[in-house]
């Protein structure tokens, strides 16, 4: 069963930054594309950030939220670097892998990169999302 754990959240300092890691477990992260979601206290999920499987990165909206998503297969792991002191980037954080098999709208790394709408929520292609506690980030 795939799995994904968040790790990495904290205090943002003024002028700092954090990392957010997602790791896997017991499978190949690199076979997946893999989406960052951000839930703000009493707002729903919203996706923030994906990157394809080799390596492209995409964002929801611009990059004044200063994030950054990265990946390192031989890692198994997905980044998300912030260094924002907006408080709009507050929240809990989880990860998620496009499982979705196909071509177009069914190509995790097509949706990734041609159609936000579908991932904008989490609710479409997207599973094994992640168990471990979320992460908090505050500024």
């Known amino acids: 069963q795939l799995q994904l754990v968040e790790s990495g959240g904290g205090l943002a300092q003024p002028g700092g930054s954090l990392t957010l890691s997602c790791t896997a477990s017991g499978f190949n992260l690199g076979n997946y594309a893999i989406g960052w979601f951000r839930q703000a206290s009493g707002k729903e999920r919203e996706g923030v950030a994906c990157i394809t499987r080799r390596g492209t990165p995409n964002y929801m909206y611009s990059t004044e939220d200063r994030l950054t998503i990265s990946r390192d297969n031989a890692d198994n792991a997905v980044y998300l670097r912030m260094s924002s002191r907006r408080a709009e980037v507050t929240g809990d954080y989880f990860c998620?892998?496009?499982?979705?098999?196909?071509?177009?709208?069914?190509?995790?790394?097509?949706?990734?990169?041609?159609?936000?709408?579908?991932?904008?929520?989490?609710?479409?292609?997207?599973?094994?999302w992640g168990k471990g506690p979320p992460v908090t980030v505050a500024s």
């Open positions: 998620a892998a496009f499982v979705i098999r196909g071509a177009g709208d069914r190509d995790g790394d097509y949706v990734c990169l041609e159609n936000k709408g579908l991932w904008k929520f989490g609710t479409y292609g997207l599973d094994s």
